[in-house]
């Protein structure tokens, strides 16, 4: 007997750990996300907090601890653009920081979303950026591109076009992995593409954003009509917390998104790996940057998406 549950430990340990080997290519099929052989996957996981505020965390030792210890089939590095010390200012030392992480998910056999991580749309960085990525990381299955993280004011008809050009660059160089489209107000606005979607490839899906202390539940709602519309939904970013990434936890509230993201199998990602003074940030100032977390690094945020993603079996469903 002990044998026999040594053995289904293995096995369970092994499988876990061949998360895109198992899966590989991404596809969309209808809304819903699938692996290479047409199966539903839901992938859950961990977004690094901006790569210009915490270059510390972008490291391959975080990217091996969040898959072994949180149980993350994916992470999301996300490239900040205009702040200081960000890509327009250090364009090379910040794309070295998400290659450290893209390498790593790379390495450790997890999927990985190369987020530009911006309210606005700059066009020509972001296409000359995803040229150069989509041309290094194409030929593997593990990378996802999320061409704009959050518009802010721009309507859906400048999204849109921003959206068509930058697909158009990264199709150039790889023709089939998954590409993660924003919408206006922060994410908010899934109805605009729902009505008007972008129709020049496939294997795109588009993202929604929530806190759950300030986003209830005329937000999914609203994305629900999205999806029987036929939009594909991604929750690249969300949170317990209110909008702004801090105030108190809306445990009741967050725990009614998990259980529709569960039902509607919609894969999600939570913000952020950082140690910033504010709720959203999983981590306690003095935590290691290299991972290895104790129970005592971990802020309530921390400790509570931890526990809902080692729920998860390597295809999404609940254990």
Known sequence: MKRLLLLLLLTTAFANAQVVKNNGNLQVIGTQLCNQKGNPIVLHGMSYGWSCFHPSFYNKQTVKWLKKDWNCTVVRAALGIEPDNGYLQNPEVSEKLITNVVDAAIANDVYVIIDWHSHNLNLKEAKDFFDRLSKKYGKFPNVIYEIVNEPDQESWEEVKAY??????????????????????????????????????????????????????????????????????????????????????????????????????????????????????????????????????????????????????NEDGSLK
């Not at 294997?203 to 539940?217: E, I, R, S």
């Not at 509607?264 to 306690?284: G, H, M, P, Q």
Request: glycine share 6%; proline share 3%.
């Open 163 to 312: 959206s068509e050009e930058v697909i158009a660059t990264i199709r150039k160089n790889d023709a089939d992995n998954i590409i993660l489209v924003g919408s206006p107000h922060w994410d908010q606005d899934v109805h605009l593409p729902a009505e008007n979607p972008i129709k020049i490839t496939t294997n795109l899906m588009y993202t929604m954003h929530f806190y759950a202390g300030t986003h209830k539940q005329w937000l999914r709602d609203r994305t629900d009509d999205a999806i029987k519309k036929g939009l594909p939904i991604f929750v690249s970013e969300c949170a317990g917390m209110e909008a702004t990434g801090d105030a108190a936890m809306d445990y009741e509230e967050w725990q009614k998104f998990i259980d529709w993201m569960d039902l509607n199998k919609i894969s999600w990602v939570t913000w952020s790996v950082s140690d910033k003074d504010e709720t959203c940030s999983v981590l306690k100032k003095g935590a290691s940057a290299t991972g290895k977390w104790k129970i005592s690094d971990l802020k309530v945020s921390g400790t509570k998406t931890r526990e809902y993603l080692k729920a998860y």
